[in-house]
């Protein structure tokens, strides 16, 4: 385990470029101000906006099947539900 680097209040405000430069590039930092840790730097988890068409197909094979008049009830079960007034409970 790597221990993150710690900048301060003002460090993070006088290089704010180059440290958010470094978070881009997967360094974490803790944030102190007056000797105090209050906060992380962090990598935003890039995440896949779209998964091509044959990576849902293959991860598609092994998922239970659904029983379509099943469904068809929770979804009804569902909207009567939202139809009740909060006065009736």
Request: aromatic share 6%; net charge negative.
């Amino acid at each position: 385990m790597s221990i993150q680097p710690e900048i301060t209040q003002r460090d993070l405000r006088n290089r704010s470029k180059e440290i958010m430069d470094a978070v881009e590039h997967g360094q974490t930092f803790t944030v102190t101000r007056d000797g105090h840790r209050i906060g992380e730097l962090i990598p935003l988890r890039r995440r896949r906006r779209f998964v091509p068409q044959q990576e849902f197909a293959a991860m598609s094979r092994n998922a239970p099947s659904v029983d379509i008049e099943t469904f068809r009830a929770d979804q009804s079960a569902a909207i009567d539900h939202e139809a009740d007034s909060p006065y009736d409970r």
